[in-house]
């Protein structure tokens, strides 16, 4: 049912994709996408520290990567991550969005016409509201949406602004948004494959 | 809603059409994530019932389009942008054209001219400007404009002048223009081996015996087709031994002429035509 999740992060985020990526087996059937804002200059430090902190592969997207299941793709410092329609990743140097390059909206608004709603979108921590219009779109296309309780949040303007533009399907406390997203994909998998 | 989507995509690839059959502007080969958005950004702002109103207003209204025209050429740029880049540059490029007694230099996109200016300083301060013809180009007439002119907003100098220091500049930055109260005028001597003209990597041909292509963070638009498509072009345009110079998330290594290239610094995309 679903082919891929989409991950929107700013202030505080690195702890809270830490803790989500962290309860995900190595082999998660679905390639996850992330936009965590950062400063510009920031090469690939975030890659580091969450590939040492969770079995799934992390790395950057690459221009022109074909995505693959059970991988974690970064957007690049100072670039906008966008998807296309055969699943390969495009690079922008369009100016900022909502104050934000990457942003996580150009994102999941690729994402969502890429997938059409095929997606489980989730946002977590972030002084800003990013996301919010991405996450508006997701939820019209069908798509299924996460946000972080804005109460175990460092920053809660994100997920709060993502709770205000759509009715999103669960707000979870942080701990439980990384088990929960692996129960909702196991379950969605079996339904489409009843005899494996 | 997902039909809606479907529905786009067919006006897209019309819209697309339409505007090469009007006006030459061939956008059928940009990765369409991007188009698309800049296509809706517009239809938003302009509150058009659909891609399709657009496509009418569009074949209509010349000024309209070169409108659009702007929405879809993305000219975001700077001075010494990747400052690293331009260090390699000096340390790994400069030191070889050092050794040939006349240059052609040839910016592919060169959008408001930040990055040509850039280049002017570096090769003032080699001692190179003096034999060095440098080409620049874009399909944008409207940013080729502001390129002439060499006039950059006065916010974004300080920005440029930490860059300038990072990617190895020797003198003092403000050398080089003179600030307005808004604005800074770049120096009138670094202009006067530059020539700026209008170019269509899409569509139009070879540029002949360069010593150095850059072509930075124009590539990231194309599709696959396109890219091979202005990487051969680049790759008949250079002489042997010529530097070839892409953006920082470019790579050769996917295209067709790739095997044509040596690595010459490969963190900064910096890469040499074999013999
Ligand atoms: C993001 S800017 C890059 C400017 C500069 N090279 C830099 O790296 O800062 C991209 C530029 O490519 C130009 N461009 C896009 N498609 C082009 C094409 N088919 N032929 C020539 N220029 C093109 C745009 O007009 C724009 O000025």
Same mark, same amino acid.
């Given at each position: ?196 | ?55 009418? /207003?569009? *074949?209509?209204?010349?000024?309209? !389009?070169?409108?659009?025209? &702007? ?6 740029? @700077? +001075? ?107 120096? /009138?001597? *670094?202009?006067?081996?530059?020539? !700026?003209?209008?170019?269509? &990597? ?6 002949? @015996? +360069? ?65």
């Amino acid at each position: 049912m679903f082919e891929a999740v989409v991950i929107g992060s700013s202030a505080g985020g690195i702890k809270a994709l830490t803790y989500v990526l962290s309860a995900l087996p190595h082999e998660f059937p679905l390639p996850i996408i992330i936009v965590q804002h950062l400063h510009p200059n920031s090469d690939s430090y975030l890659t580091k520290i969450l590939g040492a902190k969770c079995g799934l592969l992390v790395k950057q997207a690459d221009e022109k990567e074909t995505i693959e299941r059970g991988i974690v793709y970064l957007a690049p410092p100072n670039y906008h991550l966008l998807i296309e329609e055969d699943h390969t990743f495009s690079l922008s140097l369009e100016g900022p969005v909502n104050f934000a390059r990457p942003s996580v909206d150009v994102l999941f608004e690729s994402a969502l016409f890429a997938y059409r709603g095929k997606l489980i979108g989730i946002i977590l921590t972030g002084a800003n509201h990013d996301g919010a219009q991405g996450v508006k779109q997701i939820k019209s296309a069908g798509g299924y949406i996460i946000v972080q309780d804005p109460a175990t949040a460092e920053a809660e303007a994100m997920p709060r602004a993502a709770i205000v533009a759509a009715s999103v399907d669960k707000i979870l406390p942080l701990d439980q948004i990384g088990p929960y997203l692996l129960q909702l994909v196991n379950r969605s998998q079996s339904r489409r494959h009843p005899f494996e | 809603m997902i039909e809606d989507i479907e529905t786009q995509n067919i006006e897209l690839q019309l819209l697309l059409q339409a505007i090469y059959l009007k006006y030459g502007y061939d956008f059928r080969n940009y990765a369409k994530a991007s188009v698309k958005r800049r296509i809706l950004h517009r239809l938003n702002k302009d509150s058009f019932a659909n891609i399709s109103a657009m496509q009418h /207003k569009l *074949l209509y209204d010349v000024n309209f !389009f070169e409108t659009l025209l &702007l929405d879809l050429s993305i000219n975001v740029t @700077e +001075m010494f942008r990747d400052p690293s880049f331009y260090l390699a540059l000096r340390q790994k490029v400069i030191p070889v054209l050092k050794h040939f007694p006349f240059l052609k230099i040839w910016h592919a996109g060169c959008s408001t001219g930040e990055e040509v200016y850039s280049m002017a300083i570096v090769l003032k301060e080699e001692d190179l400007y003096e034999r060095t013809q440098i080409y620049a180009t874009d399909m944008n007439e409207v940013a080729l404009k502001q390129a002439r002119e060499g006039i950059f907003p006065i916010n974004r100098l300080k920005q440029y002048t930490i860059n300038y220091q990072k990617a190895g500049g020797k003198e003092s930055f403000s050398d080089y223009y003179a600030a307005h109260y808004d604005h800074a005028v770049m120096d /009138k001597s *670094l202009k006067e081996n530059i020539l !700026f003209s209008d170019h269509n &990597l899409a569509t139009d041909g070879v540029f002949g @015996e +360069m010593n150095l292509i850059l072509c930075r963070n124009v590539l990231i638009y194309f599709n696959r087709e396109l890219q091979n498509r202005a990487i051969r072009l680049f790759s008949e345009s250079l002489c042997p031994t010529g530097f070839l110079c892409l953006g920082t998330k470019e790579s050769i290594r996917l295209s067709e002429d790739s095997e044509h290239f040596e690595d010459v610094v490969k963190e900064e995309r910096i890469y040499q035509k074999k013999h």
